[in-house]
Nanobody
Framework: QVQLVESGGGLVQAGASLRLSCTFSGDTFREYGMGWFRQAPGKEREYVTAVSWSGVSSYYADSVKGRFTISRDNAKNTVYLQMNRLKVEDTAVYYC?????????????????WGQGTQVTVSS
């Protein structure tokens, strides 16, 4: 059974940076596309970014393009989300997601596996 465990959330001021990590276990990591989604209070979950199994291809929602970077280390079974120039509107619970079909992540359709989420709060 695949398990995803996120870490790295916290409270920061607008303009600051944070790096989230997600550790994968239970299957072969490099067979999965990986992604990050987020859900703000009172809003639906939204797609943030996704990365191919190799890490060569990455995709971003327009709202984070140029500020967020997704990467993965297949030797460590870990995917990262580097978040720079954070804005108040980035405040949300961030979820790591895994799916063998990258396109599902890219179009925000969902994923086979989800982490428990980590809170990111950006203050003004």
């Amino acid at each position: 059974q695949v398990q995803l465990v996120e870490s790295g959330g916290g409270l920061v001021q607008a303009g600051a940076s944070l790096r989230l990590s997600c550790t994968f276990s239970g299957d072969t990591f490099r067979e999965y596309g990986m992604g990050w989604f987020r859900q703000a209070p009172g809003k639906e979950r939204e797609y943030v970014t996704a990365v191919s199994w190799s890490g060569v291809s990455s995709y971003y929602a327009d709202s984070v393009k140029g500020r967020f970077t997704i990467s993965r280390d297949n030797a460590k079974n870990t995917v990262y989300l580097q978040m720079n120039r954070l804005k108040v509107e980035d405040t949300a619970v961030y979820y790591c997601a895994a799916d063998k079909t990258l396109s599902r992540l890219r179009v925000g359709e969902g994923a086979d596996y989800w982490g428990q989420g980590t809170q990111v709060t950006v203050s003004s």
